[in-house]
């Protein structure tokens, strides 16, 4: 049976973008796949599952060599299990950058769009079978659009995002406003995790000059709750950093409903990327960056030392 999965530290469109290409490779295409993920959904991910009935796929604890696999939401080998290139990887759908270190055995698909979300290239892949989608698979496409796309206030938002959002939206009886609020309490109420958890909740290794970092980003509607435990945050960075085999962390703290980001600078190195990056003057132990919302557009592709 194909193993569909996305990234570790799973988010809504890693956790929802499995189960709906399980789904049509099941009931469509009539070849048994099953959704697996890489790690514990983080909260507004477990929000989606519940809010939709859908079972949480198990975490994948081991993959054999030559174990039939598609790959979503990520190309990236750094963020997949060590024995990727072992298995068969038979299709890749994302719409990140291609980051290349993967190794196939044969010819594959592949996938890559630059829209906001990978449900959102599913919706298109699937096209007119959409209409015999289950309300459960819509409804997870559309929360992997909202939180993606962070309900269209993201940078990375296409008008085909948007459209397919509103067409599901639309076919659901959902108001968008109503749900992605829901997504977004359930996603900013993090009290129950630890810091080490947090920081390590939505994170992508990054090199930047001769330093490797763990690019955290926490989003939120609740800033302030998160910035309340920065001690905490800075303690435990030199223990998350070591664990994944980087110089530091970087913890960008994503205000959703004012479009900017705050970056802790918890020493000289993260400060230095931080003036370099974003051409500013940094004086205390945070700096607030205005418009500042997607990693993928905004973050990693400028960082520079």
Not at 88 to 117: M, S, Y
Not at 179 to 205: C, G, I, R, T, Y
Request: glycine residues 6%.
């Amino acid at each position: 049976m194909i193993k569909v999965f996305g990234h570790f530290s799973p988010d809504t469109d890693s956790t929802g973008s499995p189960l709906i290409w399980a789904w049509y490779f099941s009931q469509i295409q009539q070849t048994p796949a099953e959704a697996v993920l890489l790690g514990t959904p983080n909260t507004e991910a477990a929000f989606v599952l519940r809010h939709w009935g859908v079972t949480q796929p198990e975490i994948l604890t081991d993959l054999p060599a030559g174990t039939p696999v598609v790959i979503v939401d990520t190309n990236n080998p750094a963020e997949l299990p060590d024995g990727i290139n072992d298995a068969d990887i038979q299709a890749i759908i994302d719409h990140h950058r291609l980051v290349g270190g993967l190794e196939t055995k044969g010819p594959i698909d592949i996938t890559i769009k630059p829209l906001a979300c990978t449900a959102t290239i599913m919706y298109e892949l699937i096209g007119n079978h959409m209409a015999q989608a289950p309300r459960e698979i819509k409804g997870l496409m559309l929360s992997c659009i909202l939180s993606d796309t962070l309900e269209f206030r993201s940078p990375t938002t296409t008008q085909t995002d948007r459209a397919v959002a509103h067409a599901l939206a639309d076919e659901l009886g959902v108001d968008l406003s109503d749900l992605a609020a829901q997504m977004f309490a359930a996603k900013s109420d993090v009290s129950a995790f630890s810091a080490a958890e947090l920081l390590m909740m939505d994170a992508k290794k990054c090199t930047v000059g001769d330093k490797t970092f763990r690019i955290s980003v926490l989003e939120t509607t609740s800033p302030a709750q998160i910035l309340s435990r920065k001690d905490e945050l800075v303690a435990a960075i030199p223990g998350v950093a070591a664990e994944d085999g980087a110089d530091d962390v970087m913890l960008f703290i994503v205000d959703i409903l004012n479009e900017e980001a705050t970056l802790v600078l918890q020493n000289d190195l993260v400060r230095q990327v931080a003036e370099a990056s974003f051409k500013l003057s940094a004086a205390g132990d945070t700096v607030t960056l205005p418009g500042v919302m997607s990693r993928k557009k905004q973050i990693i592709p400028v960082l520079s030392l």
